[in-house]
């Protein structure tokens, strides 16, 4: 088996408070993204997804930090690496695609200007070669008439123009892996439809890999090939897409997909997930989802389940997950 | 090929019973031009946009009607008129078959209440639950100041939630929670008609079926009439009777929520359903999709307005500014090619 592009091991996130112990925001999370894999993290608000993107681009708000494991990009151990050598990497590297392009695009500068500056510092090009790879880049992504656009200012540009713009942005260097935080959440769905279909195509050409953090089960069937589920701060199931969205055996996984209107089955009433997720300074002991769960026993409040392999490729953090699809189905 | 008559909106099916509420010709113009002393001076721009051109709607007894379209298109300035924060520039509202005036009083205003699509933002975080519903109760004198904490006990029974949640505050819920709040203080002033803007978009996914649910059982159980505006098709699917797409500041469809996304009659439906993310299908479709965006409303196009990211239009679209026209039973459309669409059946998974 080849060497994964990048290996997240253990991985803790949180927030140290002077003596007392850190709250734990991301708890033991693992997964590997191999080369030219699109990978989607799924969870809800407050599970810790966008964090453990935002780990790997070292973006963590102020406050937050790694608190132990490792993040290895091919080979190379990120967590305790200088800044400026990790610096070094964002870009030519690893590349990332915020959700709101209006906070993330500088609103004084030119988006021309914005995109050629990682070729030129990274690339080595000159300022009329990195001028002409913005232009080639914002066509590439579908900008119509770029050599005009690249003048514009981000204000100046539609939603959907100034995402591309970003993409456009992040892809200047040829990145080997795109970090996605909800690329088109703030999008209309026909444009979200051309986005993602621009970003496959992107990935396609050039081989890079894709981090793709949502929320929509829908949008990670249709651009991912692997998927994690997050929930309060664990990966609670991982696996190819087709296996875990067809046979789900996490009860929350379960629970999501019951719980979300599907086009193309509109006589199925929806199933919501009693309760809210747990806080995460007073997580239960246990499995965080038991209290929520339809199928919790005893032993689930006890210990934290470890990943248990269901099937080939489908990992499952359930104590029940032999007889999670089962018995969901039956009731 | 005969070209049907234009029916005029009001054919009703429900006989003799008019629509609760019926727009017709609503029209919103924002002026933003800069001001006359800058234009004196500079040469500043007169602009307006039109935010609503021409807007024809019904909403009947107790449906629920779902509004979607892109940004842009018009559908919350539209929520906006009808509930009567904004004024019209042009148009009619009938409410009951009556015209609605153009300064509300209190007991109109009553009528139509709303629940906005950011439960953090729309409450006031300083008013307790009990407060906020008190202060309504007793300004519409909706039962006798003695009756007040019992009736606000039964308005969030009504939504879901404990009799506790009087004494707190709107910080200490959860964003379900929040919308329930907010739906039970439009519910406070016994309205019969609801107008929620994107009412789940800012909520989870586990918790969006809880309020789908309730908007369900408010239209079951109090015979209220919803006017749902949204922007996800498969939650639109879900929850309501009819669909009333929007484009560019105009209805360009209408039709059964089922007949709708069975049997689209405006390519802009269309693309719109080839657009949605599907659980069933692999990698994205490219069956019908769209080029380029909605364009600005400062700049509508000639013609049918839809016309320049359209896949099937003719010479003749850029001239004729279709008008909604009825395609089949309780269908209407505005494109002069309705009929041809039908031949082009939407891809089934």
Request: proline content about 8%; some cysteine.
């Given at each position: 088996?080849?060497?994964?592009?990048?290996?997240?091991?253990?991985?803790?996130?949180?927030?140290?408070?002077?003596?007392?112990?850190?709250?734990?925001?991301?708890?033991?999370?693992?997964?590997?993204?191999?080369?030219?894999?699109?990978?989607?993290?799924?969870?809800?608000?407050?599970?810790?997804?966008?964090?453990?993107?935002?780990?790997?681009?070292?973006?963590?708000?102020?406050?937050?930090?790694?608190?132990?494991?490792?993040?290895?990009?091919?080979?190379?151990?990120?967590?305790?690496?200088?800044?400026?050598?990790?610096?070094?990497?964002?870009?030519?590297?690893?590349?990332?695609?915020?959700?709101?392009?209006?906070?993330?695009?500088?609103?004084?500068?030119?988006?021309?200007?914005?995109?050629?500056?990682?070729?030129?510092?990274?690339?080595?090009?000159?300022?009329?070669?990195?001028?002409?790879?913005?232009?080639?880049?914002?066509?590439?992504?579908?900008?119509?008439?770029?050599?005009?656009?690249?003048?514009?200012?981000?204000?100046?540009?539609?939603?959907?123009?100034?995402?591309?713009?970003?993409?456009?942005?992040?892809?200047?260097?040829?990145?080997?892996?795109?970090?996605?935080?909800?690329?088109?959440?703030?999008?209309?769905?026909?444009?979200?439809?051309?986005?993602?279909?621009?970003?496959?195509?992107?990935?396609?050409?050039?081989?890079?890999?894709?981090?793709?953090?949502?929320?929509?089960?829908?949008?990670?069937?249709?651009?991912?090939?692997?998927?994690?589920?997050?929930?309060?701060?664990?990966?609670?199931?991982?696996?190819?897409?087709?296996?875990?969205?067809?046979?789900?055996?996490?009860?929350?996984?379960?629970?999501?997909?019951?719980?979300?209107?599907?086009?193309?089955?509109?006589?199925?009433?929806?199933?919501?997930?009693?309760?809210?997720?747990?806080?995460?300074?007073?997580?239960?002991?246990?499995?965080?989802?038991?209290?929520?769960?339809?199928?919790?026993?005893?032993?689930?409040?006890?210990?934290?389940?470890?990943?248990?392999?269901?099937?080939?490729?489908?990992?499952?953090?359930?104590?029940?997950?032999?007889?999670?699809?089962?018995?969901?189905?039956?009731? | 090929?005969?070209?049907?008559?234009?029916?005029?909106?009001?054919?009703?099916?429900?006989?003799?019973?008019?629509?609760?509420l019926?727009?017709?010709?609503?029209?919103?113009?924002?002026?933003?031009?800069?001001?006359?002393?800058?234009?004196?001076?500079?040469?500043?721009?007169?602009?307006?946009?039109?935010?609503?051109?021409?807007?024809?709607?019904?909403?009947?007894?107790?449906?629920?009607?779902?509004?979607?379209?892109?940004?842009?298109?018009?559908?919350s300035?539209l929520a906006k008129i009808l509930v009567g924060s904004t004024?019209?520039?042009?148009?009619?509202?009938?409410?009951?078959?009556?015209?609605?005036?153009?300064?509300r009083?209190?007991?109109?205003s009553?009528r139509i209440q709303m629940v906005f699509?950011?439960?953090?933002?729309?409450?006031?975080?300083?008013?307790?639950?009990?407060?906020?519903?008190?202060?309504?109760?007793?300004?519409?004198?909706?039962?006798?100041?003695?009756?007040?904490?019992?009736?606000?006990?039964?308005?969030?029974?009504?939504?879901?939630?404990?009799?506790?949640?009087?004494?707190?505050?709107?910080?200490?819920?959860?964003?379900?929670?929040?919308?329930?709040?907010?739906?039970?203080?439009a519910?406070?002033?016994?309205p019969?008609i609801l107008i929620a803007d994107?009412?789940?978009?800012?909520?989870?996914?586990?918790?969006?079926?809880?309020?789908?649910?309730?908007?369900?059982?408010?239209?079951?159980?109090?015979?209220?009439?919803?006017l749902?505006?949204?922007?996800?098709?498969?939650?639109?699917?879900?929850?309501?009777?009819?669909?009333?797409?929007?484009?560019?500041?105009?209805?360009?469809?209408?039709?059964?929520?089922?007949?709708?996304?069975?049997?689209?009659?405006?390519?802009?439906?269309?693309?719109?359903?080839?657009?949605?993310?599907?659980?069933?299908?692999?990698?994205?479709?490219?069956?019908?999709?769209?080029?380029?965006?909605?364009?600005?409303?400062?700049?509508?196009?000639?013609?049918?307005?839809?016309?320049?990211?359209?896949?099937?239009?003719?010479?003749?679209?850029?001239?004729?500014?279709?008008?909604?026209?009825?395609?089949?039973?309780?269908?209407?459309?505005?494109?002069?090619?309705?009929?041809?669409?039908?031949?082009?059946?939407?891809?089934?998974?």
């Amino acid at each position: 088996m080849t060497e994964p592009l990048l290996s997240v091991r253990s991985l803790s996130i949180g927030v140290k408070r002077g003596s007392a112990d850190p709250t734990l925001i991301v708890d033991d999370v693992s997964f590997d993204i191999a080369k030219g894999e699109r990978f989607g993290i799924v969870g809800e608000s407050g599970s810790g997804k966008s964090l453990t993107l935002r780990a790997i681009g070292d973006l963590l708000p102020r406050g937050v930090e790694v608190l132990s494991g490792s993040i290895l990009y091919n080979g190379t151990e990120l967590v305790g690496m200088p800044r400026s050598s990790r610096r070094k990497l964002m870009g030519p590297e690893i590349a990332m695609i915020f959700q709101e392009p209006m906070t993330a695009l500088n609103p004084v500068v030119r988006v021309g200007e914005q995109i050629a500056e990682g070729p030129r510092r990274y690339l080595g090009m000159s300022r009329a070669e990195s001028m002409t790879r913005a232009i080639e880049m914002m066509a590439k992504t579908g900008i119509p008439d770029p050599v005009r656009r690249a003048r514009a200012y981000p204000h100046e540009l539609s939603g959907g123009l100034r995402q591309r713009i970003m993409i456009a942005m992040a892809l200047s260097c040829n990145p080997r892996l795109l970090l996605c935080d909800e690329p088109t959440t703030a999008l209309d769905v026909t444009v979200q439809h051309q986005v993602l279909r621009l970003l496959e195509d992107l990935c396609d050409d050039s081989g890079a890999a894709l981090a793709f953090v949502t929320h929509d089960l829908a949008v990670v069937n249709q651009t991912c090939t692997d998927l994690a589920v997050m929930y309060s701060g664990h990966i609670v199931e991982s696996g190819t897409v087709r296996e875990v969205l067809r046979d789900p055996r996490h009860p929350y996984t379960q629970g999501l997909l019951d719980s979300a209107p599907d086009f193309d089955r509109p006589e199925r009433p929806l199933i919501p997930i009693p309760g809210f997720p747990p806080n995460v300074a007073s997580r239960p002991s246990g499995c965080p989802f038991a209290p929520r769960c339809p199928l919790v026993v005893e032993a689930c409040r006890t210990a934290m389940p470890p990943m248990e392999t269901v099937a080939p490729g489908h990992g499952a953090a359930c104590i029940r997950a032999d007889r999670t699809s089962r018995e969901l189905v039956a009731r | 090929m005969t070209i049907p008559d234009v029916q005029p909106l009001i054919a009703d099916q429900s006989a003799g019973d008019p629509p609760v509420l019926r727009v017709a010709n609503l029209t919103k113009n924002y002026d933003l031009s800069t001001s006359v002393l800058s234009r004196l001076s500079h040469r500043g721009e007169k602009a307006t946009l039109r935010a609503l051109d021409g807007v024809e709607l019904q909403l009947n007894r107790g449906e629920i009607l779902a509004l979607v379209g892109e940004s842009g298109s018009g559908k919350s300035t539209l929520a906006k008129i009808l509930v009567g924060s904004t004024a019209a520039s042009a148009g009619e509202i009938e409410y009951h078959g009556a015209p609605m005036p153009a300064r509300r009083g209190k007991d109109e205003s009553r009528r139509i209440q709303m629940v906005f699509q950011d439960p953090y933002s729309s409450l006031n975080p300083r008013l307790t639950v009990g407060s906020m519903l008190r202060e309504l109760l007793l300004l519409h004198a909706i039962v006798p100041p003695k009756q007040v904490h019992e009736e606000s006990k039964r308005l969030l029974n009504l939504v879901g939630l404990e009799e506790d949640a009087l004494e707190a505050y709107p910080s200490q819920f959860s964003g379900g929670q929040r919308q329930r709040i907010a739906i039970a203080r439009a519910l406070a002033v016994r309205p019969d008609i609801l107008i929620a803007d994107e009412p789940v978009s800012a909520l989870d996914v586990s918790v969006q079926a809880t309020v789908l649910d309730l908007f369900a059982s408010l239209r079951r159980d109090l015979g209220l009439s919803i006017l749902f505006v949204a922007h996800n098709l498969a939650v639109v699917q879900h929850l309501s009777d009819r669909v009333a797409v929007m484009y560019l500041g105009r209805i360009v469809e209408v039709a059964d929520t089922a007949e709708l996304f069975r049997n689209p009659r405006h390519p802009y439906t269309r693309a719109l359903i080839d657009s949605i993310p599907r659980m069933s299908a692999g990698s994205v479709t490219e069956a019908f999709q769209l080029e380029g965006e909605p364009p600005s409303p400062f700049n509508v196009p000639s013609g049918c307005r839809f016309n320049p990211r359209c896949p099937y239009a003719t010479d003749a679209c850029r001239t004729i500014d279709p008008a909604l026209e009825t395609v089949a039973p309780a269908h209407l459309s505005a494109c002069i090619r309705a009929s041809e669409l039908t031949e082009l059946a939407v891809a089934r998974v």
